[in-house]
């Protein structure tokens, strides 16, 4: 079964980050994780209500050590790419798709959500494997902060347990180094590289590679530079 965090990234507002921990415990998650939250003092205590040792327990991080620690990261969105010429924020998948991707799965997934004002930055989007947004009416499609975590928490509550292992953050992101190799290789045109990495970063993120699997893409991109080489 996936051990899902719950990832905040800087909160503004310390009674968010209280609700967010007592949605968190009704659905039976106890994970939370801050990075570079606003102060955390009486409010947040208050709408935790019987949640104060979700809020208690919440881990301090970077956005760095996230991506470093989780085997799959999924980044929550409300403004999407409506192209494929644009792919910073898609494919994007609902609450209810992204529990099928990882309800069999057997490692560490991270759930980001941004900041009130302006949600998650290009820069930290761009790194996710899973894009996910609610979908919510064009009108107004942003919600608040502890809501979408209270959807997110209801379809990944009550998951089946994991029937393999994922490839860990490590593996993937030895994988996605390879690839930048195997781009610089057979001369992919620089200005094609930064999408073409993040539409490979999606593609896999979606597939959930087992160790395996990343073992036998390193194969088959070693055997083409063997034979690259043997060419030259």
């Keep these: ?26 659905f039976g998650f106890t994970r939370l994780v801050l990075v570079n939250p606003c102060p955390i003092g009486d ?62 799965i057997d490692g560490t997934v991270a759930i980001l959500f941004g900041r009130e004002n302006w949600g998650l930055a ?22 608040n902060l502890s809501h979408a975590v209270g959807i997110l928490c209801y379809e990944l509550a009550s998951l089946p347990r994991g029937t393999y292992p994922l490839a860990g953050r490590v593996e993937m992101e030895a994988l996605h180094r390879h690839l930048g190799e195997f781009l610089d290789r057979i001369d992919h045109p620089e200005f094609k590289r930064k999408n073409t990495m993040i539409l490979l970063r999606r593609l896999f993120g979606r597939t959930r590679l087992t160790t395996r699997e990343v073992s036998t893409l390193h194969g088959l991109m070693r055997r083409a530079e063997w034979h690259m080489e043997k060419k030259d």
Excluded: Q, W
Aim: charged share 25%.
């Design 1 to 26: 079964m996936p051990e899902i965090s719950i990832v905040l990234i800087e909160p503004l507002y310390e009674g968010n980050v209280g609700f967010t921990a007592r949605v968190m415990k009704n």
């Design 43 to 104: 409010e947040a205590i208050m709408r935790s209500s019987h949640a104060r040792d979700v809020l208690d327990s919440a881990r301090r991080m970077t956005i760095d050590e996230i991506y470093r620690e989780f085997d799959l990261i999924v980044a929550t969105t409300g403004e999407v790419s409506e192209s494929v010429c644009t792919p910073m924020r898609m494919p994007y998948y609902t609450p209810a798709e992204v529990r099928e991707m990882v309800a069999d």
């Design 122 to 143: 290009n820069r930290e989007v761009m790194r996710a494997d899973i894009i996910c947004t609610i979908p919510a009416s064009k009108a107004y499609p942003i919600l």
